[in-house]
């Protein structure tokens, strides 16, 4: 489980007097329930592959599935990340959440509050200089590399 969730963020110092130690836990503690939801689909599939598992009539538990929710929503509610550290974990967590909403748009996971998480860091990126860098130049090109995977790709076919 520690592979999986970083718990690195817990140790690092907030800089300039600014705190997302709040956020940064509620961060973690949703890595973990969405590590263990993904645990518990995993083995009920595995079993279900290899007949140890009827198909129908059992459900999972969804005790990590609530926790995630409930996590969610608090992340929505508390607002703004003050650090650029709180804006990448709110991202990431936003990019985990998107493929619910594109594999089961109904499901629990889906219907949160993804476009909320996205807002609170578009808000709090607002004040910074637009023109500001936000990788050092020599990793500029990430984007032009995809460009060619791209071009190379196509030539191909």
Known sequence: MRAIVNF??????????????????????WQMARAQQEIIWAEQDFSRMDGS?????????????????????????????QTVLGARELLGMAIKMLPYLIESPESTVALGPVIQLVRNVNESLKWLDGHMRLCPPGLS???VGAAEARNDRDAVN
């Open 8 to 29: 690195d963020l817990q140790r690092r110092q907030p800089a300039n007097d600014v705190d997302d130690q709040r956020l940064l836990e509620l961060c973690t503690q």
């Open 53 to 81: 598992l009827p198909n129908e009539g059992i459900q999972p538990s969804t005790e990590p599935l609530a926790k995630m929710c409930e996590l969610q929503d608090t992340l929505a509610r508390l607002g703004e990340p």
């Open 141 to 143: 090109n990430k984007t």
